[in-house]
């Protein structure tokens, strides 16, 4: 079966220090993935999509990018952090080929940023 | 645009009284809706995954149907219980994308 991980699970930064949030998905092979923000009182919103490695879409213009280093590696990066980054991030990944696949979605990481 | 929206916001019902969640969206070309449940803290659930050309579907003590060309789906839960609380969303597929609605907040009262 798949699973999905995502660390860490919660994070605390400063203002204007960068970022690394990563995922990982196991048991299946070129995964859609997919990065989203949820932010106190708002729905999720959708920040990056990836249909394979080096492959990345950017659906927000801000100051996070995102990284596929691998198959079923995804990474979230920030090299200044605003205090808007703060939220829950969440990570998700769909079944090969067409990206209107069920999403499958993992633990989040809690971001504060002070 | 694809807006969808939730009603209602927040919800508290007896154990063992049926839930009914509704989720509109504002394009009715989609692909597909999405529920999703989400405790506190955690990530999403899939719930159930209705497909453009299906009316229903079912799991469990869970039903979700839609009407594609009035924009509405809604989610039944069945004698609720206490471990039903969560906030529950509902997710439209029109493109590559999932557009979210906000949610419904539900608390199942022993």
């Known amino acids: 079966s798949q699973t999905i991980h995502q660390w860490p699970a919660t994070l605390v930064q400063p203002v204007g220090s960068p970022l690394s949030l990563e995922c990982t998905v196991e048991?299946?092979?070129?995964?859609?993935l997919y990065w989203y923000r949820q932010a106190a009182g708002r729905g999720l919103q959708l920040l990056f999509y990836?249909?394979?490695?080096?492959?990345i879409s950017s659906e927000v213009p801000q100051n996070l990018s995102a990284s596929r280093p691998q198959d079923r590696q995804f990474i979230l990066s920030s090299k200044k952090l605003l205090l808007s980054d703060s939220g829950f991030y969440l990570c998700?990944?769909?079944?090969?080929?067409?990206?209107?696949?069920?999403?499958?979605f993992g633990p989040g990481t809690r971001l504060t940023v002070l | 645009k694809q807006e969808v929206t939730q009603i209602p916001a927040a919800l508290s019902v007896p154990e063992g009284e049926n839930l009914v969640l509704n989720c509109s969206f504002t394009?009715?070309?989609?692909?597909?809706l999405q529920w999703f449940r989400q405790d506190p803290g955690k990530g999403l659930t899939s719930l159930l995954l209705?497909?453009?050309?299906?009316r229903e579907q079912t799991s469990g003590r869970l039903n979700a149907s839609l009407d594609k060309s009035s924009g509405r789906s809604t989610l039944y839960i069945a004698a609720s219980q206490p471990g039903d609380s969560a906030t529950y969303l509902c997710?439209?597929?029109?493109?590559?994308?999932?557009?979210f609605g906000a949610g419904t907040t539900v608390t199942v009262r022993a």
């Open positions: 209705i497909q453009s050309s299906q």
């Open positions: 048991g299946t092979s070129n995964p859609n």
């Open positions: 394009d009715s070309a989609i692909y597909n």
């Open positions: 998700a990944w769909s079944p090969t080929g067409t990206l209107i696949n069920e999403q499958f």
């Open positions: 990836s249909v394979g490695i080096g492959q």
């Open positions: 997710a439209v597929r029109s493109d590559y994308k999932l557009s």
